[in-house]
C-alpha cells in the first residue's frame, strides 16, 4: 500500500547506499494537507516522521442529501483537489475530515462556550458516531475512503460539563470535545477505531 511503503521506523532503516537508487526513486514525499497537531502526531506514531505540512483554503461545504460517510469522502475528495495546486505529481498527498453526528445531526466546532455547552448536554448520557473520510493522491491515482466509530457518552451534569468547557479543550473541536485529553472522561466505551476519533484512522490510511 502508499502509506505502508513509505513508512520505516527510524531505527530500521537500512544504511542508504550511495549506488543505489531504488530507495529513492520507489519513497514519494508525503504531504499532510492538513493543520490538525493531532493528525502530525498519529502520523509520527505509525512510523512517518518525513512528511511536509502544507494547509489548503477550502469551503468545507458538500451536497444535501449525503449521508455522514458520503459527507466526510466528499469534503476530504476537495481538500485533496485543492491540495494538489500546492504539490508536484509525484508527492503523495493525504487530506481528511473528520466530523460528529447526533441523530445525522452535524455537530461541527462550537461558535463559543454556549454552544459547546448546548452540544455536550446533547451528547451526554447518549452514543453518537464519529466518521472521518480519508483521500490519498498522488498525482492522477485516487483513493477515498471513511471510517466510522460509535462513541457512547455517560451521563454528566451541567456542573461538570461547565467545569470541562473552562479548560478551554472543547473550543476547537467538533462535537466540544478531545478524547485523546480530559475529554475522556466524559467517554465510557467505545465501538470502531479510537483513532478515527481522534482525526486519523490510521489502520484504513495504511
Not at 512517518?48 to 451536497?63: G, K, M, W
Request: net charge negative; aromatic share 6%; glycine share 6%.
Amino acid at each position: 500500500r502508499w502509506i505502508r511503503h513509505n513508512a520505516v521506523p527510524a531505527d530500521s532503516a537500512p544504511p542508504a547506499n550511495k549506488n543505489d537508487k531504488r530507495n529513492e526513486n520507489n519513497m514519494a514525499k508525503i504531504v499532510l494537507a492538513s493543520g490538525s497537531p493531532r493528525r502530525q502526531e498519529l502520523l509520527q506514531r505509525i512510523g512517518i516522521t518525513d512528511f511536509d505540512i502544507r494547509v489548503p483554503q477550502t469551503e468545507e461545504t458538500y451536497p444535501a442529501g449525503l449521508s455522514p460517510r458520503e459527507t466526510v469522502e466528499y469534503i476530504s475528495r476537495e481538500k485533496s483537489d485543492a491540495a494538489a495546486a500546492l504539490c508536484t505529481p509525484e508527492e503523495l498527498i493525504i487530506t481528511a475530515d473528520t466530523m460528529v453526528f447526533l441523530d445525522d445531526a452535524r455537530l461541527g466546532k462550537p461558535a463559543d462556550e454556549a454552544d459547546a455547552l448546548r452540544m455536550l448536554t446533547a451528547l451526554q448520557g447518549r452514543s453518537h458516531t464519529v466518521c472521518t473520510g480519508v483521500t490519498v493522491r498522488r498525482g492522477n491515482e485516487i483513493l477515498t475512503e471513511s471510517e466510522t466509530t460509535r462513541v457512547y457518552f455517560r451521563p454528566a451534569d451541567q456542573a461538570e460539563l461547565l467545569s470541562y468547557i473552562a479548560t478551554g479543550e472543547p473550543m476547537d473541536k467538533a462535537g466540544a470535545y478531545g478524547v485523546q485529553g480530559l475529554g475522556a472522561l466524559l467517554v465510557e466505551r467505545l465501538d470502531g477505531d479510537f483513532f478515527n476519533v481522534m482525526g486519523l484512522p490510521v489502520l484504513r490510511l495504511s
